[in-house]
Nanobody, 118 residues
């Protein structure tokens, strides 16, 4: 199983980016999906998660600006990021809780850099 994230880049403060992540491999189903980020010198932190039923959870710092969504038929998760701020600068990682032969495993993507200039 592999997770491939894309969509990062350099954007000015106030701009928008959309991150995508696709899971591939021998997958029975995917439970929770999420996005995390890690800024230089800081610990990795949760940005947003979405469960199989569609319920979502956001970090307080991104509420009202970021939207997480998923497309189950394509094993994809998205993160629409609006009103970006310099403090959103980080490497963003997707995470998936994938069920294989009745067992759930946690997988991480390789990370995609988001840089917001002031």
């Amino acid at each position: 199983v592999q997770l491939q994230a894309s969509g990062g880049g350099l954007v000015q403060s106030g701009g928008s980016l959309r991150l995508s992540c696709v899971a591939s491999g021998s997958i029975d189903s995917i439970n929770a999906l999420g996005w995390y980020r890690q800024a230089p010198g800081k610990q990795r932190e949760l940005v947003a998660t979405i469960r199989n039923g569609g319920s979502t959870n956001y970090a307080d710092s991104v509420k009202g600006r970021f939207t997480i969504s998923r497309e189950n038929a394509k094993n994809m998760v998205y993160l629409q990021m609006n009103s970006l701020k310099p403090e959103d600068t980080a490497v963003y990682y997707c995470n998936a809780h994938i069920v294989i032969e009745g067992y759930e495993y946690s997988y991480w993507g390789q990370g995609t850099q988001v840089t917001v200039s002031s």
